[in-house]
């Protein structure tokens, strides 16, 4: 059973310092409710929005990053609903003459490499957050909170171009890798990206899942509603066509009320808000545009002969791909690539921490030139690495404190030897019956093993070495 | 066609709640409307149609932030509220 699933994706453009219509700060993370408000973006009578024109550029960055076509004439509408969190009774948004058309994303599909298609990209205004006192079937009232409203938000609308969960996820986290190459957006900040998915059993009818806020939380929500359909199928019935909330803390989806059709919403053109013409504003922002994932996995791959599946991890987020280039310019980029990677991204996964909290490059740098000289173990490296997230420090310091340097058995001998050298008194009061100069001995080479050594293994070497000597 | 439930619909999107006779009330009224509107099936097919009535294109705002409203008076007008929210009704 073939399923089908697109997505729309609202993204913030949360690195913006107004909301879309208004001057009103967007930094309301953490800030109590309804601190973020002004006229505007509360809806009041009489208030009039003007367009944030950083928001439009914004916007026609991303629409190209995505491949889209840039309409040069583009509009805003108002879009008909009543709702507790849109003040003004309608929301601001676009529906003709969108800001981008027809733009597609590459990403890892089940089968290899698979390209989605993107319908349209359009600007619109955030509603203000509804805090539900409880399930939101079963609570008694609704809480407002304005500050989200008026943020300048990104609609992608996808087409039915996905067959699985898994691969709705990647693409909503290659498309915050997009955007985030692109520098619109902190996808670190609550509610900065939310996704409704369409599924559908092929043959069967669609399905709309409202509100999902995490990228665990699409995967969990597709697949939660493709096992509803299917065992509704295996039962005899066919899913109805509906709208259903996905509850993020139990992962389910709820069916939800009636909701308005696309005829309901009564758009037409917004009559606060002149139509805009961005005639060389493509050519302008093109010209602009930072290098994107794909482009900068294919020089990584090129520039530093590192593996793909290494570049795409690499290139996965814009930081941790500068983070390499980094570390990579000061030593074996291989090296570099395979550590960062495979283990260093891995651990600061396992400790759910983003690159931006990791120690610096210099440190990578000085771990890696410690792995060429052979001077520690691959063991020893991870262990460094762990104690550097976990506590700081420098690797060198780690590895004398700790002792973790390796130390080669064969390497002993030659120790040894040098040591009986250089302490020709001990060696001659050791000959001469006085055992215990040879504990002074193994002192020496522990010190000069740094400690990396059996001492009994010293002192067996050292009194055969020093028996061949007595006998000569 | 305008008939009770179309009445009953556009109660709905309005969030209005009718009673029988109301909806009854409103067809002939509603209807009426509705024929206004067929003055528009006069204008010929190949006008242009207007999307704005005067000629401004491009008024745009810098990314300058401005203070926004003490919460006291956001909250001034509002009926009920608890803890610096405004309290509405259940939604679903
Ligand atoms: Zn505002």
């Known amino acids: 059973m073939r399923v089908l699933i697109g997505l729309e994706v609202h993204v913030q453009l949360n690195k913006l310092k107004t909301k879309m219509f208004c001057g009103t700060p967007t930094s309301y993370q953490h800030a109590p409710p309804n601190t973020h408000v002004c006229p505007v973006c509360l809806g009041l009578p009489g208030a009039m929005p003007t367009i944030n024109m950083k928001a439009v550029e914004a916007a026609v960055k991303v629409a190209l990053a995505l491949n889209a076509k840039v309409q040069e004439n583009t509009m805003f509408y108002r879009k008909n609903y009543f709702y507790p969190d849109l003040p003004r009774g309608f929301q601001i948004s676009q529906y003709d003459f969108p800001i981008g058309k027809d733009g597609y994303v590459i990403i890892d599909g089940d089968e290899g490499e698979k390209k989605v298609r993107i319908k349209r990209v359009h600007m619109e205004e955030d509603p203000g957050r509804l805090v539900h006192v409880g399930r939101i079937d079963k609570a008694k009232y609704t809480l407002i909170d304005y500050n989200r409203s008026g943020m300048p938000l990104l609609e992608i609308v996808t087409e039915p171009d996905m067959n699985s969960p898994k691969e709705a996820r990647a693409f909503v986290s290659k498309l915050r890798t997009i955007l985030e190459y692109l520098d619109v957006f902190d996808g670190s900040l609550e509610g900065a990206m939310r996704v409704d998915a369409n599924v559908s059993i092929e043959g069967g009818s669609r399905v709309e899942i409202k509100n999902i806020s995490s990228f665990r939380g699409v995967e969990k929500a597709l697949a939660f509603e493709i096992t509803r359909q299917k065992n509704l199928l295996r039962r005899g019935q066919q899913a109805k066509m509906e709208t259903r909330h996905f509850d993020e803390s139990q992962e389910i989806t709820v069916s939800l009320r009636v909701k308005e059709e696309e005829s309901d919403y009564r758009y037409f053109p917004e009559p606060d808000l002149p139509p805009m013409n961005l005639k060389g504003w493509t050519e302008r922002i093109k010209a602009e545009l930072p290098e994107l994932p794909d482009a900068r996995r294919e020089r990584l791959i090129a520039q530093y002969g590192i593996s793909v599946e290494h570049a795409k991890v690499l290139t996965g987020e814009r930081v941790l791909a500068d983070y390499f280039e980094k570390v990579a310019s000061k030593t074996s980029p291989k090296l570099a690539a395979t550590w960062i990677a495979d283990v260093l991204k891995g651990e600061l996964n396992y400790r759910d921490m983003r690159i931006e909290g990791c120690f610096s490059p210099e440190n990578m740098v000085e771990l890696l030139e410690l792995l060429e000289k052979d001077l520690i173990s691959d063991k020893a490296a991870v262990m460094i690495i762990r104690r550097m997230l976990d506590e700081g420090g420098r690797p060198k310091e780690i590895m004398e404190k700790e002792g973790l340097q390796k130390i080669k058995e064969d390497i002993l001998p030659g120790v040894v030897e040098s040591v009986i050298e250089e302490n020709e008194k001990a060696v001659r009061d050791y000959l001469s019956g006085k055992r215990e100069a040879i504990n002074y001995l193994v002192g020496q080479v522990m010190k000069k093993v740094r400690g990396r050594a059996d001492a009994s293994k010293v002192y067996n070497l050292l009194e055969r070495r020093l028996n061949e000597i007595d006998n000569n | ?92």
């Open chain 2, 1 to 92: 066609m305008i008939d009770e439930n179309v009445v009953r619909h556009v109660a709905w999107l309005a969030r209005i709640q009718l009673e029988e006779d109301e909806l009854k009330k409103f067809i002939p009224q509603f209807t009426k409307i509705l024929e206004y509107f067929s003055i528009l099936d006069e204008v010929q097919e190949d006008v242009e149609p207007l999307y704005h009535v005067n000629e401004l294109k491009n008024v745009f705002r810098d990314d300058e932030p401005e203070d926004p409203l003490p919460r006291d008076e956001i909250l001034r007008n509002a009926p009920k509220k608890e803890n610096g929210y405004f309290r509405g009704p259940r939604i679903v």
